[in-house]
């Protein structure tokens, strides 16, 4: 396929598609598609770079440890509710 | 009484069938155990859900105590996990439709993408190319968060789900209800959200 760099239709159109790329939710014609087309399309490119990085900052985004003092008040709470009934 | 499943019907077996079915069988001293098992991970989705610590907090306990009343509902034909995710959920949805009336904007697709971008074609920019470790730092976590925070809900819910709790797409769209093409579509104007609080970040940074 011959990219054309002022045509920016197909940009728009492989667009909307680009988590289901990333994430290899599609099949081999479409992932081959978007795969030729980001290799002669820089602006997509950036875009396919700053998303990925995007959702590799998303899991990076940390897990904080339960507070003792709320995790103590949970299970006495829960305690009391069984206890109740 | 423990519910079973029905004929013909999907019987899923995870790490947590033995203890749910000791609890419905009548142990429910055991269900501390299944706190314990959860808490961690429900306070960390509760933290992404709500701004306020003391809501999430909220909404851990109310998910365990709701846990604790409908266990006995739950009939194993998904993973455990996934329908305790879902309780959580709709505590989530449930206690915002209280405290607000609002309705939740959509994420519109043209405005997310990048027109001058697009038209300007540009190279990768330098904050994708860095590696990981040099880019995060506390500050950058703490623009993740309010990013993640100022998302409405219903893609919020989504983005947390997938890219955070890293449920694959079926199991977010069986927590919440969507079929998984709506699934996709919420996450994908999430994520094209955040990249862009994030390059407001990185731009002001290099």
Known sequence: ????????????????????YIDGEMDEPQRREIEAHVAECVACCACLQSLRRTIALCKQAGRQTVPAVFSEKLHTMIQHFQSAR | MTAEP??????????????VRAINAGRTERFPELVKRYEQKLYNFGRRMCRDESDAEDLVQDTFLNVYRYLKDFRYETKFKNWLYRVAAN???????????ALEPELPLEELAEHEEL??????????????????????????????????????????????????????????????????VRLHRARLFLRDKLKGYFSHDL
């Open chain 1, 1 to 20: 396929m011959i990219f054309d760099p002022n045509d920016h239709s197909h940009c728009l159109q492989l667009f909307d598609r680009l988590s289901e």
């Open chain 2, 91 to 101: 505590t989530a949805l449930k206690k915002r439709r209280r405290s607000k009336f």
């Open chain 2, 6 to 19: 029905a004929p013909n019907r999907k019987n899923v077996v995870d790490d947590d069938t033995e203890l």
């Open chain 2, 119 to 184: 038209a300007a074609p540009e190279e990768v920019p330098e904050w994708a190319r860095m590696p990981l470790e040099q880019v995060l730092n506390e500050e950058l976590m703490g623009i993740l968060h309010q990013a993640i925070w100022s998302l409405p809900e219903k893609y919020r819910i989504v983005a947390i789900l997938r890219d955070i709790e890293e449920f694959s797409t079926e199991d977010t769209a069986q927590i919440l209800n969507l079929s998984p093409a709506n699934v996709k």
